[in-house]
């Protein structure tokens, strides 16, 4: 193992060049080297996870000291925007359980429908769970920028709002030697495979797939080496990827798990522990793949975690499963 990092690829030359001077030979190359999280919305407290929470507490202190309206933004172009959910929902509960006089919780979000990439049964209830708890959602929306409390729109109108939150937008890092997408993102075939070079496979934010997610980077992972072995001389199939999309989402009450495939051939299904064993099915679906019209499957449980999920994320707030 060399800790290090890469500066550039030599494809032609199969080499790697470190940024302390290292040229390392490879066979077969696999990239994971991520994104960069860059604040989207002049103005606003960025979230990215862990090292903004204090920034988030701060914002929960003004808000006890009499400044209690909050609004959370999700710029256009964020990949991944159920954290945003969460701490909308955290939020409101906070507020309701500190007693702050006036509070105010609004989601602005360019999405057409709550947490839509689930489909629309999972976001029809995360849209009456939001309505329930008192989070004000303004759908269709896409926020530019936050000043002097008012947080400005692309098509006109304001949110008034006395601090807002916004998740980051993510670039692609640029290796020299590695071409990249206007966005900066490295495009591959199904099994990770980098296109247009011989022997190198990427995974996980830094590739062009649209949801930028651990449980996504994993599965890539997955099918990158099984090509990897397969190549090797490993008797085992290759298996492509085949995106799934899963999510915990907290909500200070009853967690939420969320499931979407994109191929849309799995039944839904939604059940309750805490409202009386409700449960609910449907039937095998197909819809197109389209992040608006993904098939879903959810599970509620009284419980804040799941025995199926592990956290793969320090947030206090988001968890993968
Ligand atoms: C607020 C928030 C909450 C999230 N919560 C969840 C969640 O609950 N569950 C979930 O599954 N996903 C979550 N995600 C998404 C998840 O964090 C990412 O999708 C995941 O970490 C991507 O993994 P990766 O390996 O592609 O990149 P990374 O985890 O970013 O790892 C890339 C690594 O490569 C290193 N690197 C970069 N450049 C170089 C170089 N030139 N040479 C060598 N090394 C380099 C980096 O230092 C880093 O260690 C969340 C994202 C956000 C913003």
């Not at 980051?168 to 099994?191: C, K, M, W």
């Not at 930028?212 to 994993?218: F, L």
């Not at 939420?256 to 449960?279: I, K, M």
């Not at 025995?307 to 993968?320: E, Q």
Request: aromatic share 4%; hydrophobic share 40%; glycine share 10%.
């Amino acid at each position: 193992m060399s800790q290090d990092r890469i500066a550039s690829v030599e494809v032609d030359l199969h080499t790697v060049t470190t940024e302390s001077g290292r040229a390392i030979p490879y066979d077969v190359l696999l990239l994971a080297l991520g994104a960069r999280a860059v604040a989207a919305l002049p103005g606003a407290v960025t979230f990215r996870g862990p090292e903004d929470e204090r920034a988030l507490v701060a914002v929960l202190a003004e808000a006890r000291a009499g400044h209690p309206r909050i609004a959370f933004a999700i710029p256009s172009g964020t990949t991944w925007p159920l954290p945003l959910y969460e701490l909308a929902l955290l939020t409101r509960w906070h507020l309701s359980e500190s007693l702050v006089q006036g509070a105010a919780v609004t989601l602005v979000t360019p999405e057409s429908s709550p947490l839509g990439l689930f489909g629309h049964l999972a976001s029809e209830e995360i849209g009456e769970l939001l309505a329930i708890r008192g989070v004000d959602v303004r759908l269709d929306s896409s926020p530019v920028a936050f000043e002097d409390g008012a947080l400005h729109l692309l098509r006109g109108g304001v949110v008034e709002a006395d601090a807002v939150v916004a998740l980051p937008r993510l670039e692609g890092i640029p290796i020299p030697g590695i071409s990249a997408n206007a966005q900066g993102f490295v495009e591959t075939d199904r099994y990770g495979g980098v296109l247009g070079v011989d022997d190198v496979y990427a995974v996980g934010d830094m590739t062009a797939f649209p949801l930028k997610r651990g449980g996504i980077a994993t599965q890539q992972a997955d099918a990158a080496a099984s090509a990897i072995a397969v190549r090797a001389g490993a008797p085992i199939a290759q298996e492509p990827f085949r995106p799934v999309i899963r999510g915990l989402l907290l909500t200070g009450g009853a967690a939420h798990y969320l499931r979407a495939d994109p191929a849309g051939h799995e039944s839904a299904s939604t059940s309750s522990l805490s409202g009386g064993h409700r449960r609910r099915s449907w039937g095998a679906t197909s819809r197109p793949i389209s992040p608006n019209g993904w098939a879903s499957r959810r599970h509620r449980s009284t419980s804040r975690t799941s025995p199926a999920c592990t956290s793969t994320s320090s947030s206090s707030t988001t968890r993968a499963c």
